[in-house]
């Protein structure tokens, strides 16, 4: 009920007990707190906030158009209503060395477990796209050392993204990695590997976690969890899938009702009302609010 039961610090920890186990963690993304809670619901292992999801929420392209407080914010929302370790997408950092620490305490502080801090110019694009820019070696590793200078909860996690793949090649990524992995970095997350053995390849140049952007339509190809934990990937991420499922089926909705004027063809398509009430665990809210009010004047 309300908020989550555990502490930020709480899922901090179990975090990074979870990632030493070497099993591979699935994160999908959440487009909002309800489907966060969704997500814990069916077992997956954490919940991801993509800067694109966000910015999208906003009717914003996803270029850098975001500030840390939207960010923040909505991290916010989302880490206080799940058990689950809350990873986001902090862009650049949103401006250089000092805006990057500043970034880190305020997300802390929003319960999140840790963020990914990427090596693009600002204003960034999305990772997928062609037209991408990095920033100089120095100016990425500043980034991350910023960032881990700032944080005050060394369970906090820290994860360096580096799009030097699609810029300058797979040998350009893998000397990036290691570099933010010396920065400390806690965990790489290689943006637009083409395929398996890329993910091979940087599993084999870092003694650090490694993430996999499972994103539609976008360079990799989509591998299943098993051909990912066969390579040594420890998280996987789902950025967009589930706002892209939901827009999809929100669409095919107004489809209807502009050819049929009624949604009743539909209604077997949609979330129940029990089944709404029961994420948001409506019982728990009942029992607690008969509990203060039982009493008779």
Same mark, same amino acid.
């Given at each position: 009920? =309300?908020?989550?039961?555990?502490?930020?610090?709480?899922?901090? +920890?179990?975090?990074?007990?979870?990632?030493?186990?070497?099993?591979?963690?699935?994160?999908?993304?959440? &487009?909002?707190?309800? !489907?966060?809670?969704?997500?814990? $619901?069916?077992? #997956?292992?954490?919940?991801?906030?993509?800067?694109?999801?966000?910015?999208? $929420?906003?009717?914003?392209?996803?270029?850098?158009?975001?500030?840390?407080?939207?960010?923040?914010? *909505?991290?916010?929302?989302?880490?206080?209503?799940?058990?689950?370790?809350?990873?986001?997408?902090?862009?650049?950092?949103?401006?250089?060395? #000092?805006?990057?620490?500043?970034?880190?305490?305020?997300?802390?502080?929003?319960?999140?477990?840790?963020?990914? =801090?990427? $090596?693009?110019?600002?204003?960034?694009?999305?990772?997928?796209?062609?037209?991408?820019?990095?920033?100089?070696?120095?100016?990425?590793?500043?980034?991350?050392?910023?960032?881990?200078? +700032?944080?005050?909860?060394?369970?906090? =996690?820290?994860? +360096? *993204?580096?799009?030097?793949?699609?810029?300058?090649?797979?040998?350009?990524?893998?000397?990036?990695?290691?570099?933010?992995?010396?920065?400390?970095?806690?965990?790489?997350?290689?943006?637009? #590997?083409?395929?398996?053995?890329?993910?091979?390849?940087?599993?084999?140049?870092?003694?650090?976690?490694?993430?996999?952007?499972?994103?539609? &339509?976008?360079?990799?190809?989509?591998?299943?969890?098993?051909?990912?934990?066969?390579?040594?990937?420890?998280?996987?991420?789902?950025?967009?899938?589930?706002?892209?499922?939901? #827009?999809?089926?929100?669409?095919?909705?107004?489809?209807?009702?502009?050819?049929?004027?009624?949604?009743?063809?539909?209604?077997?398509?949609?979330?129940?009302? +029990?089944?709404?009430?029961? =994420?948001?665990?409506?019982? !728990?809210?009942?029992?607690?609010?008969?509990?203060?009010?039982?009493?008779?004047?």
């Amino acid at each position: 009920m =309300l908020h989550s039961t555990k502490t930020p610090a709480q899922k901090r +920890a179990a975090f990074r007990e979870r990632l030493r186990g070497g099993e591979l963690l699935r994160l999908p993304g959440a &487009f909002n707190p309800l !489907s966060a809670k969704l997500i814990q $619901d069916k077992g #997956m292992e954490g919940v991801y906030l993509s800067g694109s999801v966000i910015a999208a $929420d906003l009717g914003l392209p996803d270029i850098g158009l975001t500030t840390l407080t939207e960010v923040a914010g *909505r991290a916010g929302q989302v880490a206080r209503v799940t058990e689950l370790p809350v990873l986001v997408d902090a862009d650049t950092g949103f401006g250089e060395a #000092m805006n990057v620490a500043r970034t880190v305490q305020c997300m802390e502080d929003a319960g999140v477990a840790g963020i990914h =801090l990427e $090596d693009q110019v600002n204003p960034k694009r999305c990772g997928h796209l062609d037209g991408k820019h990095v920033v100089p070696l120095a100016d990425a590793v500043q980034r991350i050392r910023a960032a881990v200078q +700032a944080r005050r909860d060394p369970n906090f =996690l820290i994860m +360096a *993204r580096t799009d030097a793949r699609g810029v300058s090649g797979m040998d350009e990524a893998i000397e990036r990695a290691k570099a933010y992995a010396d920065a400390g970095a806690d965990a790489i997350f290689p943006e637009a #590997m083409t395929d398996l053995e890329e993910f091979a390849a940087m599993r084999a140049a870092v003694d650090v976690p490694i993430l996999a952007n499972m994103t539609e &339509f976008g360079k990799s190809e989509l591998f299943s969890t098993a051909a990912l934990a066969e390579v040594g990937v420890n998280l996987v991420i789902f950025p967009v899938s589930l706002l892209r499922l939901a #827009m999809g089926g929100a669409e095919r909705a107004l489809d209807t009702i502009t050819e049929h004027g009624t949604l009743e063809s539909l209604v077997p398509q949609m979330q129940t009302r +029990a089944r709404l009430y029961e =994420l948001l665990d409506y019982e !728990s809210y009942s029992q607690f609010d008969s509990g203060v009010y039982d009493f008779t004047v």
